[in-house]
């Protein structure tokens, strides 16, 4: 993945995705990451666009965690119970030299950030390009994230057009 097009801020959301996925255990980078990433970063259109909205990095990682814990609920897996029985022991973070891979959903939103500057006429990648990548995945992890905090996509990508006129 060429890097040179990003913007700043793109490149610090990317990164704290990375720290993201390290914190929250995840052995790839997903869409999920990336929210989160731009959430962490705080800097950037998007962060704009979904502090706007009321959408705070607390309660993502919530959701996202909560999505996971339900995920595992569904084959008969609580994860509660892992963590009380283990206590202390129970850590699911990544160690800092083991590489965290982009998942082909995250390379698949980083492509289209790609396309989407483009298409926007933007000679940079910035952080409402991942994020408009983001929403066109209805059935991504981010998206669903977002639905959960009460926000659709058409209301981000309203919001995101704003700020960038703004």
């Given at each position: 993945m060429?890097?040179?097009?990003?913007?700043?801020?793109?490149?610090?959301s990317v990164e704290a995705a990375l720290q993201e996925a390290r914190m929250l255990g995840h052995d790839s980078l997903g869409d999920e990451d990336l929210l989160l990433g731009i959430l962490?970063?705080?800097?950037?259109?998007?962060?704009?666009?979904?502090?706007?909205?009321?959408?705070?990095l607390e309660d993502a990682r919530g959701e996202s965690e909560a999505m996971f814990s339900g995920a595992l609920a569904s084959i008969g897996?609580?994860?509660?119970?892992?963590?009380?029985?283990?206590?202390?022991?129970?850590?699911l973070r990544i160690p800092d030299k083991r590489r965290i891979p982009f998942a082909p959903g995250a390379k698949q939103?980083?492509?289209?950030a790609v396309r989407t500057s483009a298409?926007?006429?933007d000679n940079y990648l910035g952080t409402e390009h991942?994020?408009?990548?983001?929403?066109?995945?209805?059935?991504?992890?981010?998206?669903?994230?977002l639905a959960r905090l009460g926000v659709s996509p058409e209301m981000l990508e309203e919001g995101l057009f704003a700020a960038?006129?703004?």
């Open positions: 060429i890097f040179n097009r990003f913007a700043r801020e793109a490149r610090r962490r970063a705080d800097e950037g259109i998007a962060a704009e666009a979904l502090a706007s909205l009321g959408v705070t897996i609580s994860l509660e119970d892992i963590q009380r029985e283990a206590g202390d022991a129970f850590d939103v980083l492509e289209r298409t926007l006429g991942i994020l408009l990548a983001i929403l066109e995945n209805e059935d991504g992890a981010a998206v669903r994230i960038r006129s703004g």
